[in-house]
């Protein structure tokens, strides 16, 4: 890659099909910047921007041009902290045609550019260009100067190009968001209230915020993961977020702690049994001071109340119920999540009688935020 990366601001994007070079499940999972997601029982989905103003670069920076070619497709690039994942997607229907997946995550990336005497951004690029080669292979086809879309870790202090954070609050028309560009690689970066930060989860915001029927009335998203948010809409804007460490926790109890032995992730949801410890688990993180909660986990298998895989999605619950109790008494919420996140944060709200208005795909929505970004970008 030549060239410095140039900050502009701006919106629009695409969808997929799959491939994975090291597939990998888990509960929570780490994604994104977007933020982690480990637990394979847990999390949900939605967003939005603000205004961009384009300034001429000096002469050594490259910025995406316009072109009177309309550009069909693009690659959105969601670079974790532990993984990877390419999609080729169409622009006008946002269809995934194919996607590359691997382990290679920005830690794993930054470790071993520090072994190099390659510029950061030449060695992120070469490693986003093998996963480019991987699908150019798979499909027989050319993806030669594609547009490349990255969010999650790409702008992080270990990413490809540390980015400065958009303080909040931005449009949920992604408009005005962080964003820098060198060739044909876009990095979008993270938001901050001043007490907070995200990375990754921006972009979802306003691929959600688009499906939303109305961005001007009060509402919260909730986007599940190693590192949930909870995000304040109101005005067309994101106003204000918060991150609860729910799949942290629970990787750290479940792993980790006293309370591993007492439980074992090879339960399902769907049986009744499991259910049921679930919604009490819910029932007690929503109630009940969590440090005394956590301990019941031991005390159910000690005293024979449970078996280890009810108890698993006891503790589940108990973590998604203690995080939505923030949730209660306020706007109507909208779930943006995966299906092993969904499922668990839809039946937590109906126990703590939330009323949940509507559930996005949460990678539907990145790919739905970066198109709606670079389309601004090229305007």
């Known amino acids: 890659?030549?060239?410095?990366?140039?900050?502009?601001?701006?919106?629009?994007?695409?969808?997929?099909?799959?491939?994975?070079?090291n597939k990998r499940s888990a509960p929570y999972r780490t994604d994104t910047g977007s933020t982690d997601n480990r637990h394979s029982d847990a999390h949900p989905k939605i967003s939005r921007t603000q205004h961009m103003r384009r300034q001429s670069p000096p002469d050594s920076q490259m910025a995406i041009t316009k072109s009177t070619t309309k550009m069909d497709r693009f690659l959105s690039c969601d670079w974790g902290t532990s993984s990877f994942r390419l999609r080729l997607v169409d622009a006008d229907s946002l269809r995934v045609i194919a996607e590359e997946k691997s382990s290679t995550g920005i830690a794993e990336t930054f470790q071993q550019w520090q072994q190099t005497a390659s510029s950061r951004e030449q060695f992120y690029a070469a490693v986003i260009n093998r996963h480019v080669a991987a699908m150019e292979t798979q499909l027989n086809i050319s993806l030669a100067k594609i547009p490349v879309i990255l969010s999650g870790m790409a702008s992080s202090s270990i990413g490809m190009k540390e980015l400065p954070y958009k303080t909040l609050p931005?449009?949920?028309?992604?408009?005005?968001?962080?964003?820098?560009?060198?060739?044909?690689?876009?990095?979008?970066?993270?938001?901050?209230?001043?007490?907070?930060?995200?990375?990754?989860?921006?972009?979802?915001i306003v691929g959600c915020a688009a499906l939303l029927p109305d961005t001007h009335r009060e509402q919260l998203l909730i986007l599940p993961g190693t590192h949930a948010k909870h995000v304040t809409i109101r005005g067309g804007q994101a106003k204000d977020f918060r991150?609860?460490?729910?799949?942290?926790?629970?990787?750290?109890?479940?792993?980790?702690?006293?309370?591993?032995?007492?439980?074992?992730?090879?339960?399902?949801?769907?049986?009744?049994?499991?259910?049921?410890?679930?919604?009490?688990?819910?029932?007690a993180g929503g109630s009940v001071n969590l440090l005394h909660a956590a301990f019941l986990v031991r005390t159910n298998d000690v005293l024979k109340k449970m078996p280890p895989q009810e108890n698993y999605f006891y503790l589940s619950g108990l973590?998604?119920?203690?995080?939505?109790?923030?949730?209660?008494?306020?706007?109507?919420?909208?779930?943006?999540?995966?299906?092993?996140?969904?499922?668990?944060?839809?039946?937590?709200?109906?126990?703590?009688?939330?009323?949940?208005?509507?559930?996005?795909?949460?990678?539907?929505?990145?790919?739905?935020?970066?198109?709606?970004?670079?389309?601004?970008l090229q305007r």
């Open 1 to 21: 890659m030549r060239g410095g990366f140039k900050r502009i601001r701006k919106n629009s994007i695409p969808r997929y099909g799959r491939r994975s070079l």
């Open 170 to 204: 931005f449009q949920l028309d992604g408009s005005d968001l962080s964003v820098q560009t060198a060739g044909n690689m876009i990095i979008i970066s993270g938001a901050t209230t001043g007490q907070d930060v995200m990375r990754g989860e921006e972009t979802k």
């Open 319 to 376: 973590l998604i119920g203690a995080e939505l109790r923030e949730a209660q008494a306020g706007a109507p919420v909208y779930l943006a999540g995966g299906p092993q996140h969904l499922p668990l944060y839809t039946a937590a709200c109906e126990t703590l009688h939330i009323a949940v208005e509507g559930r996005i795909d949460a990678d539907e929505a990145l790919v739905r935020g970066q198109h709606i970004v670079w389309t601004h």
């Open 243 to 283: 991150t609860f460490m729910t799949g942290e926790f629970f990787e750290l109890l479940s792993a980790r702690s006293v309370l591993t032995a007492s439980v074992k992730g090879d339960g399902n949801f769907n049986e009744q049994a499991s259910r049921r410890a679930f919604e009490a688990g819910v029932e």
